[in-house]
């Protein structure tokens, strides 16, 4: 196997930064364009465009394994299979993460590549993942996150048919993690992160959806919350003076989205949503129970925590309203947080980042930076080097039941990840 110079040399270790690549991008962009001339290298950036249709007919295959968050079992055992096909040694961990490594390498510094498992909206049958006009594929999951699951299973088949590097002190490890979705909290990728020797990362790379043109580098804070309202209940008429605990809850959410219009409009950019409420078991019946979930999100903690005070005293405000107005049964409620993503983000010099611009460079790619929620956020709140790229292809209708993908392009994603994926890496 052709030996190729590694493209910049390891940094020394740090505490916020292990294994931190020198800040060199001229030299970088340099590099890349011997990294994707060298035959070994041309040959797995080759294998993409080659094997299209077992890439496309893999990710059909994964997009109707049902895999909605919390039951991600399925797909991983079935993701664990493949692995092990392709001739990776693969586990699933406690937390439910798929772990593949190559043969031989262990204890070794590594750059770990993560798609996550779980969907919004989960596939009833297979009729539900379909093949459309132009090779379109519609369906929930399709695009989020089957695109990314379809890319680390690519990664994984290239790599072993065509071994782009002879990197016998460092390589790839392929995380297809659980608990990313909803109110999963980046589940996975926590445990990943506490189980895992970091001291040995050099970088994450969260494959993300589709696309070969962003890199999310600022991770987008949130902060979940359920409301519970509760009460004796009751008949509709002869109980009609009880306290309402949907009243109540609808009331609070006037009061709160009312107030919080005007956080929103401030910069940074903040945004809520009441995404679930439910309560009551009949149209004659005083529910004694209402529940309402909301989701809080801002480029700044501090207009969340801002948006978390008016929550709170539009609740109190709502349940003292109601139970003036009630000469029954009195209602009470709680706030519970059901979630939280921490926030995080790199210099705009981050060494990662320079290996993906000279990546993009050398591909004609006009990337963008952005901000966003996903799987990098624990990384990055971390202080490690992590970024949320696409994995090529287009893809639309996300979180819903007309969810799309097309192929079409897929092969620049996944050469642009390798590429960097090589960067990072190096070889001596």
Not at 273 to 295: C, M, T, V, W
Not at 298 to 324: G, P, Y
Request: proline share 6%; hydrophobic share 40%; aromatic share 6%.
């Amino acid at each position: 196997m052709a030996q190729v110079r590694r493209p910049l040399p390891i940094g020394a270790q740090n505490a916020s930064r292990p294994y931190a690549l020198e800040s060199n991008l001229p030299l970088l962009a340099q590099s890349v364009a011997g990294l994707a001339a060298s035959p070994d290298v041309r040959a797995c950036l080759e294998w993409f465009r080659r094997e299209r249709t077992w890439i496309n007919e893999r990710h059909l295959e994964v997009c109707r394994i049902p895999a909605p968050t919390f039951f991600e079992e399925k797909r991983a055992e079935w993701m664990a299979e493949k692995f092990r096909a392709l001739s990776w040694e693969a586990r699933i961990d406690k937390g439910g993460n798929v772990i593949a490594t190559l043969p031989g390498y262990k204890d070794v510094p590594y750059v770990a590549v993560t798609a996550h498992l779980d969907t919004v909206l989960a596939p009833r049958n297979d009729a539900d993942i379909r093949l459309g006009d132009e090779g379109r594929y519609f369906g929930p999951g399709v695009a989020d996150n089957g695109a990314g699951l379809a890319g680390l299973l690519a990664l994984a088949a290239a790599w072993r048919a065509c071994p782009p590097l002879n990197t016998p002190e460092c390589a790839p490890v392929l995380v297809a993690n659980v608990g990313e979705e909803g109110e999963g909290n980046l589940s996975g990728m926590r445990y990943f992160c506490r189980s895992a020797d970091l001291s040995r990362v050099k970088a994450f790379l969260v494959l993300d959806g589709p696309g070969a043109e962003h890199i999310t580098s600022r991770a987008l804070a949130s902060r979940r919350f359920e409301v519970v309202v509760s009460g004796p209940g009751g008949h509709s008429w002869r109980d009609g003076d009880t306290g309402n605990p949907v009243h109540a809850l609808s009331r609070a959410v006037t009061l709160f989205t009312d107030d919080a219009v005007n956080v929103a409009a401030d910069l940074p950019r903040t945004t809520f949503n009441f995404g679930i409420i439910d309560g009551g078991s009949s149209i004659n019946s005083i529910p004694s129970e209402a529940r309402g979930k909301i989701d809080l999100r801002s480029e700044n903690a501090a207009q969340i925590d801002r948006l978390v005070d008016q929550l709170k005293a539009a609740v109190d405000e709502a349940v003292e309203i109601e139970n003036v107005r009630s000469r029954g049964g009195r209602i009470s409620a709680r706030l519970r947080e059901i979630g939280s993503r921490p926030a995080g983000d790199l210099a705009s010099d981050a060494p990662i980042l320079e290996a993906f611009r000279a990546v993009d460079a050398h591909m004609g790619i006009r990337s963008r930076m952005d901000c966003s929620s996903t799987d990098a956020n624990v990384p990055l709140s971390l202080g490690l080097q992590a970024v949320s790229v696409g994995a090529g292809g287009h893809g639309g209708g996300a979180h819903t039941m007309a969810e799309w993908y097309s192929p079409e392009g897929r092969d620049t994603g996944l050469r642009r990840l390798l590429l960097a994926l090589c960067v990072l890496l190096g070889t001596d």
